[in-house]
């Protein structure tokens, strides 16, 4: 069972806004009022969650930074990832297109169901950061085998 948490749902809607805007027009609406056209927008990296059996596995797309920069804190049913995403300094130079966002993020994801946290395992490789998050023994599905009388 998921919480559902409609602002949540708004942000995510936003979000999804704002990259629209920047990626097609180089710009978000509230860059736009403020007179900011070039303005960079937030970083905010993509991530995949899906449910094994065993365990939840979230996969976090962060290119260009380094694990020692990513912070990542689990509880029994939550993941938060957080760090900053620092573009390369040029000189002399006009940005024309920055589809790299960069700043500080700090995102946190509610999962589908209870993970122990004291056995997650976390790898970052090219890039991608991969959380493996077991299944608590309580939220492990059971099949008990039940004999038909009859």
Known sequence: MTRWDPWREIQDMRRTMDEMFSRFMGFTPLSRLLAEPTAPTAFEPPVDIYETPDEVVVMAYIPGMSKDAINLEVTTDSISLSGERKLPEVQ??????????????????SLPIEIDPNKVKATYHEGVL?????KSEAAKPKQVKVDIQG
């Open 130 to 134: 991969e959380v493996r998050l077991p």
């Open 92 to 109: 002399n130079a006009t940005w024309h297109v920055q589809g790299m966002g960069s700043g500080s993020f700090a995102v946190t994801y």
